[in-house]
């Protein structure tokens, strides 16, 4: 039994150790950014990089009513942070901020738009934004170098 439990002693450091921490940080930037990236290139018009699509104002108008906001502005403020936030996160910049950012609208589309999908989608979303919101980039990012020089 003792060397099944040293061997398990010594995996446990190696996935705990500051290295894979670091690159399981990144993993999950990624894996959250491309979630909202995605939904945010949806909302524009082919070709553009933020050119809003009439499409995305009319679903904000007509399906994404319940959202206690403006519907233009809410169409706006959607768009623009799905492409600010995960770029923000895939380079490990104001990534506690971010994750925040995108918890709240997490918890927006779940509250006032898709209200039965927080067990197979937006509870997945809300772990991911409060990993990140609770560990923060790790080394793998430009928060790590900023970190550094506030600290020394």
Known sequence: MKPILTLYDRAAALASGCRMQSLTLQFVRIVLAGVFWRSGRTKVEEGSWLTISDSTYYLFQEEYHGVPLPSDLAA?????????????????????????????????????????????????????????????????????????????
């Open 76 to 152: 706006v403020l959607a768009t623009v942070s799905e492409h600010l936030f995960p770029v923000l996160l895939v380079i490990g910049l104001f990534t506690r901020l971010s994750a925040l950012a995108l918890l709240g609208m997490t918890l927006v589309i779940q509250i006032f738009v898709f209200p039965e999908a927080w067990w197979p989608v937006h509870s997945l979303w809300a772990a991911l934004a409060l990993v990140l919101i609770v560990r923060g980039a790790g080394n793998v990012s430009l928060d790590a170098p900023l970190l550094r020089a506030r600290q020394g």
